[in-house]
């Protein structure tokens, strides 16, 4: 049996974050844990391009462009929908998931979901660096990781 340990040095790498805007304060945490996260495991700031867009709708499309640049290892992608008393959390939850899906199929390109699906708010910020830790942080590692495995793997992204 051959078994390939997990690699979660970023020392070298590129990396392209993607943040909803919508549910600002989330994203914002989210990414101070995912940049502290890839920065602890060596990766150099400079190597690291935060892209804005309007909400996690719109996610996919901007790690689309990312990814299909060909510039980074992994793309991740950052946010908050929050459900309400409407179906759109459900309309918006499964264009995001279908879009980033789609855009690792299509790339190569890893794509770390780190996008919170909560009931509210405070569930959103207590894993936004509350007491459930932060998602950011998780969702970099998992972006390091993919990474590093298809590299080993000789996966052309």
């Not at 993607?18 to 989330?26: A, I």
């Not at 995001?96 to 569930?123: H, I, K, N, S």
Request: hydrophobic share 45%; charged share 25%; glycine share 14%.
């Amino acid at each position: 049996m051959k078994l390939r340990p997990s690699e979660l040095e970023a020392g070298g790498l590129r990396f392209a974050v993607v943040v909803g805007r919508f549910n600002h304060l989330v994203g914002v945490r989210l990414l101070e844990g995912c940049v502290r996260e890839l920065v602890r495991r060596g990766a150099d700031e400079g190597d690291i391009e935060v892209v804005w867009v309007p909400g996690a709708f719109e996610i996919p499309q901007a790690a689309r462009w990312l990814a299909a640049t060909g510039a980074y290892a992994a793309v991740v992608t950052l946010g908050a929908v929050v459900r309400g008393g409407t179906p759109h959390f459900d309309y918006v939850c499964d264009g995001l998931t279908d879009g980033v899906r789609e855009v690792m199929r299509d790339t190569g390109v890893p794509v770390a979901f780190g996008v919170l699906t909560t009931d509210d708010v405070e569930q959103a910020l207590e894993r936004a660096g509350g007491t459930e830790g932060n998602k950011g942080a998780d969702v970099a590692a998992a972006a390091i990781e993919m990474a590093r495995l298809g590299a080993a793997l000789g996966a052309a992204g």
